[in-house]
T-cell receptor, first 113, second 112 residues
């Protein structure tokens, strides 16, 4: 079963616009991670936010985490055509279960030039 | 520094057959995890290996098994293949205690 639910399932924007996607989860976590996947190939790690952090930035990426609401958001600013991909949130459990990640269903982002 | 390498890239098998997928970990990583990703869905955790022992397993039947070798490379074996086993199989390596995985490009398995 998947812990995370992502919203929206699909997103279409123009180049230069911002893209925001949300992730909700069910159980307590140690950290939450965001990954990108191009064309059904391997996942690329984007950013990790720990349960005691509320916001984190990496380049054009901004991630927030609200543990009271069990939710996270990923913002991509000034999007580019190359940002077209599927984005997944993944949670790592509070109790060490071998760093097992539980993924959401993903948000498919299309950036139109 | 090399990344995670998976082989083969694509594979077609017949229902009932057995398959072995291979993964070479990123240099310096001692933990390997395997995930199954059905079309249009997020990856599902199969199991993880650390120091050649299984260290956590997801909701997959025993016909899914694995190995980790002293050089931290790994194999995923699936027996008695079913049509629903058709998926992208992803291998990910990490250093235990350090979160954040490096994923391979995956093996696309089609069962006919």
């Amino acid at each position: 079963s998947q812990q995370g639910e992502e919203d929206p399932q699909a997103l279409s924007i123009q180049e230069g616009e911002n893209a925001t996607m949300n992730c909700s989860y069910k159980t307590s976590i140690n950290n939450l991670q965001w990954y990108r996947q191009n064309s059904g190939r391997g996942l690329v790690h984007l950013i990790l936010i720990r349960s005691n952090e509320r916001e984190k930035h990496s380049g054009r990426l901004r991630v927030t985490l609200d543990t009271s609401k069990k939710s996270s958001s990923l913002l991509i600013t000034a999007s580019r055509a190359a940002d077209t991909a599927s984005y997944f949130c993944a949670t790592a459990p509070m109790v060490d279960a071998g760093n097992k990640l539980t993924f959401g269903g993903g948000t498919r982002v299309l950036v139109k030039p | 520094e090399t990344g995670v390498t998976q082989s083969p890239t694509h594979l077609i098998k017949t229902r009932g057959q057995q398959v072995t997928l291979r993964c070479s970990s990123q240099s310096g990583h001692n933990t390997v995890s395997w995930y199954q990703q059905a079309l249009g869905q997020g990856p599902q955790f199969i199991f993880q290996y650390y120091r050649e022992e299984e260290n956590g397993r997801g909701n997959f039947p025993p016909r899914f098994s694995g190995l980790q070798f002293p050089n931290y490379s790994s194999e995923l074996n699936v027996n008695a293949l079913e049509l629903d086993d058709s998926a992208l199989y992803l291998c990910a390596s990490s250093s235990r205690g350090i979160y954040g995985y490096t994923f391979g490009s995956g093996t696309r398995l089609t069962v006919v």
